[in-house]
């Protein structure tokens, strides 16, 4: 059982990542959200070009970061998903839980954290809508996930 957890819990954070990538990329609405968040929206094409430069070489470092800080989601949630069914709770009721931890303690953990960072008034709706989601999907997908192998 506990070989099982690890793995799924490898595979949820894989799939964190994945989303987030999607989520987050230029060619989405999240993305751009995320860019005027950077404040990317406001730099020259080559200031962008040397910002990325500059931040090349900690990108190692930053992704292993979110690996691991997407391993301990992943492990909660894949935990939280099978123990609850193969103690004869419903699926769905499993879910829910999942569901109602996203809600009390990411939702508002990311909002303390827009609230209180220096965003942009204009867009610090949109950010927080647009996190929370983000941060939903990855979850939900973990969960459905971690219920096939239950």
């Known amino acids: 059982m506990i070989i099982t957890l690890l793995i799924l819990s490898l595979v ?16 989405t609405p999240m993305g751009k959200i995320h860019m005027q968040y950077l404040g990317f929206d406001k730099l020259s094409e080559e200031e962008k ?4 430069i500059e ?5 190692p470092k930053m992704y292993a970061g979110q690996i691991g800080l997407s391993l301990l ?5 894949v935990f939280v998903v099978s123990l ?8 769905s009721m499993a879910i829910s839980f999942v569901v109602f931890n996203w809600l009390a303690f990411m ?4 909002g ?3 609230l209180w960072s220096n965003c942009d008034p204009k867009i610090a709706w949109k950010k927080f809508f647009s996190d929370s989601l983000s941060n939903l999907v990855s979850i939900l997908l973990i969960a459905l996930l971690a219920s096939f192998f239950a």
Request: hydrophobic residues 50%; positive net charge.
């Open 12 to 27: 949820g954070a894989v799939v964190y990542a994945v989303v987030g990538t999607l989520w987050y990329s230029n060619a």
């Open 49 to 52: 070009k040397k910002k990325m």
């Open 55 to 59: 931040a090349k070489p900690m990108m």
């Open 73 to 77: 989601t992943s492990f909660a949630v």
């Open 84 to 91: 609850s069914i193969q103690n004869r709770v419903p699926v």
């Open 107 to 110: 939702v508002p953990i990311i």
């Open 112 to 114: 303390q954290g827009i």
